[in-house]
């Protein structure tokens, strides 16, 4: 029987850590889904934090601006209410509820909010630009996402860019010379474009030309890496209309200038006994106008590319046309306004989770090309664009964006300042905001506290920036920023307030999660332990009621399970109604009944040192009798106190 007991035991602790790991997991998943943009893939996620229970503030907050970035604003308003006006939600989400307001109509609540913003805010800037653009999810994203970006170590002094890494290998574009006696493209004075590859990753690896027939005497560059319909690899790359050892031109007249035009076209490549082979000019292109800069989703489905050809909605748009499953390609069709502007777009790439990146000097930016990500509904429409922000853009052309299926490192191409070249090649880190856990636990008996509320304080504006409640297994999660220093308050009406102080400052970017465990120390008075109400006696009686009975297995539990080395006194009090003698028998008696009660019920002799009734000797209040007293102050005299010992045989109670 005590074998099957323990065996029931373990079974439902191993459930526990089960659910709790499922549900730690389901957070890490939601807010992958969030980082890489895929917002109704998040969605789901985070409604199942909220069903679990599982830190249900930071559930709220993130479904908010989910269905804020995907501009479905009245779905947005019931997720901010549920947290927009508790006194722990940091003062940035009451710009974001503002924005939500504001695009939904509701003019005059989202004014309010925004001045409520403003009072904590004052030199915010992204007011004005929102007003000026209506950007309204890049102003969001830009509000508290971040990037890491630093030079490849293999830039020269010549173009370099466009990055896809495959089987460990990076592959990019490059007009370095090889030799002294290649040709130069007379538009920059460099080399013509050829594809390079280089260990991914290695600071030391020398890039060496691809070598096969991709690689020709015009411009290469764009490749991606995908499959065809016998699961062979296949590249996709951008040349110059050459193909079959034959030039194509296309013959321009303007104010009876005449014009040949070689240009940009895509080409398919497939490895031929053991050597890459230039098979297919797709039917994407056509001689009088520019296709190029191939991308393939994760499925090989789709296949997006940039284009100038007529019916676009400015010079380069975003076009995409289905891969048929034997290899064919469909009509090209253009992505849309949401997308295209009349200015640039070009450089799509698409992550494994099927959101679009692209660059644009049409979109509202801080140069010239930016680098924006799309955002799209759960139907796969596109709803709105993201500008994601410095410094993975920067004042001059940022473009080329590739990331990695982890979602946080990737590469991006740019002419900026402090380059060796004029293009170069940049890694970033997408720095997400650092997860804090820990779990908070009972100083004396080393057991984790559950309901202790932890509330998250910057130390410089004393401005509270998160708070959250800690689980059944005294865990909690909060998310913080890097770089900063903060103080954490721990509260629970049972343990005094714990300040706990700690920093983010050297937290290396690597660095997902940080551990901040917190030790509480207990009140010394065991009806706050217990959770005590107050212990009733019959008039001119000492027997343990019923009532009575339900306090007083509290403090059992308490001093067998809690708190197993515990030491008390009992002491008991009646209200100054009578005369000493007679409450001093009465107290006596209901001290002693309190004491045979708790020894009846497990608590061992020695742990109660004494009782003792004290009758009216030690009033609480300056009650003399029924004269100048109503019933519920005299009451307040009635009363059973537990004074502490010794809480454990490394603690003891200094008497008072």
Same mark, same amino acid.
């Given at each position: ?297 994760? $499925?090989?489905?789709? *296949?997006? %590319?940039? !284009? #100038?050809?007529?019916? /676009?909605? =400015?010079?380069? &748009? ?33 992550? $494994?989770?099927?959101? *679009?990146? %692209?660059? !644009? #000097?049409?979109?509202? /930016?801080? =140069?010239?090309? &930016? ?41 991006? !191409?740019?002419?900026?300042? /402090?380059?060796?070249?004029? &293009? ?62 903060y103080m954490i308050e721990a509260v629970r009406k049972t343990h005094p307030h714990k300040h706990v102080y700690f920093s983010t400052q050297t937290v290396q970017r690597t660095t997902k999660s940080m551990v901040q465990d917190i030790l509480m120390e207990p ?134």
């Amino acid at each position: 029987m005590k074998a099957r007991k323990i065996t029931t035991t373990l079974l439902i602790a191993l459930f526990g850590i089960c659910m709790v790991t499922a549900q730690t997991m389901t957070q890490k998943r939601a807010d992958q889904f969030f980082y890489k943009f895929a917002y109704a893939k998040a969605i789901p996620e985070y409604e199942q934090m909220v069903v679990s229970g599982k830190n249900t503030a930071h559930a709220y907050q993130r479904l908010a601006e989910c269905y804020l970035m995907l501009r479905d604003f009245e779905k947005s308003l019931p997720y901010f209410k549920r947290f927009i006006n508790e006194p722990e939600t940091p003062t940035t989400y009451y710009f974001k509820y503002a924005m939500a307001l504001k695009s939904s109509g509701q003019e005059t609540e989202a004014l309010k909010w925004m001045k409520l913003y403003k009072k904590f805010h004052k030199n915010d800037a992204r007011l004005k630009q929102f007003l000026k653009d209506g950007n309204l999810a890049s102003v969001v994203f830009n509000s508290n996402e971040r990037y890491e970006v630093e030079p490849v170590h293999f830039n020269t002094r010549y173009s370099e860019f466009g990055s896809f890494v495959h089987d460990g290998q990076l592959y990019f574009s490059s007009s370095r010379k090889e030799n002294t006696s290649d040709d130069t493209y007379d538009w920059n004075n460099e080399s013509w474009l050829d594809i390079f590859h280089v260990t991914e990753g290695s600071t030391i690896d020398v890039p060496k030309k691809f070598q096969g027939e991709i690689n020709s005497k015009f411009h290469e560059s764009s490749m991606v890496f995908s499959t065809d319909y016998k699961n062979d690899t296949i590249i996709y790359f951008t040349r110059n209309s050459y193909f079959q050892n034959k030039e194509s031109f296309y013959t321009k007249k303007e104010n009876k200038k005449i014009e040949n035009l070689n240009n940009l076209k895509i080409f398919k490549a497939e490895k031929i006994e053991g050597e890459w082979k230039v098979t297919r000019n797709l039917k994407t292109n056509a001689d009088h106008y520019s296709t190029g800069h191939p991308t393939v989703n994760s $499925n090989r489905t789709l *296949l997006y %590319f940039a !284009s #100038d050809r007529p019916g /676009g909605y =400015g010079g380069t &748009d975003i076009y995409y046309c289905k891969i048929h499953p034997r290899g064919g390609v469909g009509q090209p069709v253009n992505a849309g306004p949401i997308i295209n502007t009349p200015g640039n777009e070009m450089f799509p790439f698409i992550n $494994n989770e099927g959101q *679009l990146f %692209f660059s !644009s #000097d049409g979109h509202v /930016g801080f =140069g010239q090309l &930016d680098v924006f990500a799309a955002v799209m509904d759960g139907e796969g429409k596109f709803t709105d664009v993201i500008n994601l922000g410095k410094p993975l853009n920067s004042e001059k052309d940022d473009f080329g964006y590739y990331a990695l299926d982890n979602g946080i490192d990737g590469y991006v !191409s740019s002419n900026r300042k /402090g380059g060796k070249g004029s &293009d170069d090649i940049y890694k970033f880190k997408f720095i997400p905001s650092l997860m804090l856990e820990g779990t908070v636990t009972d100083a004396i008996n080393l057991k984790p506290l559950d309901s202790v509320t932890i509330s998250l304080f910057d130390q410089r504006t004393g401005e509270l920036v998160n708070q959250t409640l800690t689980d059944a297994q005294g865990r909690y999660e909060l998310m913080v920023d890097r770089g900063q220093n903060y103080m954490i308050e721990a509260v629970r009406k049972t343990h005094p307030h714990k300040h706990v102080y700690f920093s983010t400052q050297t937290v290396q970017r690597t660095t997902k999660s940080m551990v901040q465990d917190i030790l509480m120390e207990p009140v010394i008075d065991v009806k706050l332990l217990a959770g005590l109400n107050k212990i009733y006696f019959d008039f001119n009686k000492s027997d343990i009621r019923p009532d009575a009975a339900h306090e007083l297995n509290k403090v059992v539990k308490l001093m067998t399970e809690t708190y197993p080395e515990m030491i008390i006194r009992l002491e008991s009090h009646t209200d100054p109604v009578g005369s000493h003698s007679y409450n001093d028998q009465l107290s006596s008696k209901r001290a002693k009944s309190t004491y045979e009660y708790l020894i009846a019920n497990g608590i061992p002799r020695h742990r109660i040192i004494s009782f003792k009734g004290y009758g009216k000797r030690k009033l609480i209040n300056d009650c003399t009798g029924l004269k100048d007293c109503g019933q519920d102050q005299l009451e307040l005299n009635r009363r059973t106190e537990f004074p502490v010992v010794q809480l454990s045989s490394n603690y003891l109670v200094k008497s008072k």
